[in-house]
C-alpha cells in the first residue's frame, strides 16, 4: 500500500519561514494536498498540486513538488502565530479511486 | 452555506458497547467520505459513497463498522460492538462529483472506547 510520512513537530519564531517535508511512495500519485487543522477543527485545504508540476505559489504559501524523489514540501513565509496548527501532506492516485491517504501530520508551533 | 457537520463531538463509551455517528454533507454534494485518526496517527480512509451506494469500501476494518447512507443524504457509522482499538477521531468529508473536486471536512468525532 501507500505512505505518506511527515516529521512529526517544527518549531519556529514568528516572521521566520517554515517548511513542512513529506515524503510519499505512490508514485501515480495525481494529486498532492497540503491540509491544516486548528484546534478543534475540520481539516482544511490549504492548497494542493498536480503531478506534472514542480511548484507552486499563493500569496504566502509554496509547495514544491520533486516527483523524482517523491518529496513535497510547504513553505510558509513570515509565518504568524496563527499558521500555529497541524499540517498535514495527502495524496490521491491516478485511478478511479478518490481515496486520500494521509501522513501522520506535523505540528508547527510559532513562537511569537 | 453550511459546512460538513458531525454528531456528535464526542462520545465516550465502555468496550462491546454500540455507538453511532453521524455526518451531515454540505448540501448538494454526492460524494461522502469517512476517515478516522487513531492515536494521532495518520488520517485513514474508510469508505466512499456515491449518493446511497457504497462505491469503495476497502478501507473499513472489519465487519464491525457499518456505514449507511439512506436516501444519499446524511451518513451514519455504527461501531458494534466498540472495542478499544477503536478510539480515534472519525471525520467525514463530502465533495462534488466533479473530478478532483475539493474534498471538504467536518470537525470530526473523537470517539473514546474505556
Known amino acids: 500500500g501507500e505512505d505518506v510520512e511527515q516529521s512529526l513537530f517544527l518549531s519556529v519564531r514568528e516572521g521566520d519561514s517554515s517548511v513542512i517535508n513529506c515524503t510519499y511512495t505512490?508514485?501515480?500519485?495525481?494529486?498532492l494536498y497540503w491540509y491544516k487543522q486548528e484546534p478543534g477543527a475540520g481539516l482544511q485545504l490549504l492548497t494542493y498540486i498536480f503531478s506534472n508540476m514542480d511548484m507552486k505559489q499563493d500569496q504566502r504559501l509554496t509547495v514544491l513538488l520533486n516527483k523524482k524523489d517523491k518529496h513535497l514540501s510547504l513553505r510558509i513565509a513570515d509565518t504568524q502565530t496563527g499558521d500555529s496548527a497541524i499540517y498535514f501532506c495527502a495524496n490521491r492516485e491516478d485511478t478511479g479511486r478518490r481515496a486520500l491517504t494521509f501522513g501522520s501530520g506535523t505540528r508547527l508551533q510559532v513562537q511569537p | 452555506e453550511a459546512g460538513v457537520t458531525q454528531f456528535p463531538s464526542h462520545s465516550v463509551i465502555e468496550k462491546g458497547q454500540t455507538v453511532t455517528l453521524r455526518c451531515d454533507p454540505i448540501s448538494g454534494h454526492d460524494n461522502l467520505y469517512w476517515y478516522r485518526r487513531v492515536m494521532g496517527k495518520e488520517i485513514k480512509f474508510l469508505l466512499h459513497?456515491?449518493?446511497?451506494?457504497?462505491?469503495?469500501e476497502s478501507g473499513m476494518p472489519n465487519n464491525r463498522f457499518l456505514a449507511e447512507r439512506t436516501g444519499g443524504t446524511y451518513s451514519t457509522l455504527k461501531v458494534q460492538p466498540a472495542e478499544l482499538e477503536d478510539s480515534g477521531v472519525y471525520f467525514c468529508?463530502?465533495?462534488?462529483?466533479?473530478?478532483?473536486?475539493?474534498?471538504?471536512f467536518g470537525p470530526g468525532t473523537r470517539l473514546t472506547v474505556t
Open positions: 505512490d508514485s501515480s500519485s495525481t494529486y
Open positions: 459513497f456515491v449518493k446511497e451506494s457504497k462505491q469503495d
Open positions: 468529508a463530502s465533495s462534488q462529483m466533479l473530478a478532483g473536486a475539493e474534498q471538504y
